[in-house]
């Protein structure tokens, strides 16, 4: 599944306990965890930051794991304007891979997550749970590429698993380069890359060809 680059931090928490308020709270971790590391973040300064009693933390996730791991899924969860992507396996592909173009030098969500993965390191449940969700982006992607080939958008002679391996290594990287150099060119590069990479797919592309079997 793709990043979901749309959780904006609201000025005032929302007041029902309800999916959009366990966003806003994800954002609030985001931005600590950023700041801070995990092992630095409680839940008390979670509430204090969100401005919401710490029994409203504990009742939605009631441990700083389960806090931890809900909001990784929802920094996963499907963008905002996904419904205009629908019919298009291909549009939906790009518009997910092009989430790994940060679009500002210090973007919360890739911190948190940079962040996340250097912790699961050194913790076997938070890596566990990594490998979970890296699992479940990659059977998202190959959906998305298969479907693609089903309806004549990707070359027929792309081998789905293997491009689909490729794609997350070089979107990953991208992450990690615009971390090391946080400039617009650099952000400007991955988003061009990433485009030529989902370009490369496209029935009658002519960059570069699909590997084989």
């Not at 009742?59 to 929802?74: G, M, P, R, V």
């Not at 996963?76 to 518009?95: C, E, F, I, T």
């Not at 969500?109 to 993965?117: P, Q, S």
């Not at 938070?126 to 693609?148: C, Y």
Request: neutral net charge; hydrophobic residues 40%; charged residues 25%.
């Amino acid at each position: 599944m793709p990043v979901n680059d749309g959780l904006k931090r609201l000025p005032q928490p929302p007041e029902a306990r309800s999916k959009v308020q366990q966003k806003y709270i994800a954002g609030v971790v985001y931005d600590l965890i950023a700041e801070s590391g995990i092992e630095n973040v409680t839940m008390r300064q979670v509430a204090e930051a969100a401005q919401v009693s710490l029994g409203t933390i504990t009742y939605h996730f009631s441990t700083k794991q389960n806090l931890i791991t809900a909001a990784l899924e929802l920094g996963y969860d499907l963008p905002d304007d996904w419904d205009q992507y629908k019919g298009s396996p291909v549009a939906q592909l790009r518009r997910i891979a092009l989430s790994y173009a940060q679009q500002t030098p210090s973007n919360r969500w890739w911190r948190f997550w940079v962040n996340y993965v250097a912790m699961s390191t050194r913790d076997d449940e938070i890596q566990k749970t990594q490998a979970e969700r890296f699992d479940k982006q990659r059977r998202f992607w190959i959906k998305l590429v298969t479907e693609g080939k089903a309806v004549g958008e990707v070359r027929p002679d792309t081998p789905v698993e293997e491009t689909v391996d490729r794609m997350l290594v070089e979107v990953h990287g991208h992450i990690i380069l615009q971390m090391l150099k946080p400039n617009a060119k650099m952000r400007a590069s991955a988003r061009d890359a990433i485009n030529r990479m989902v370009d490369g797919i496209l029935v009658g592309s002519k960059i570069g060809s699909a590997p084989s079997d």
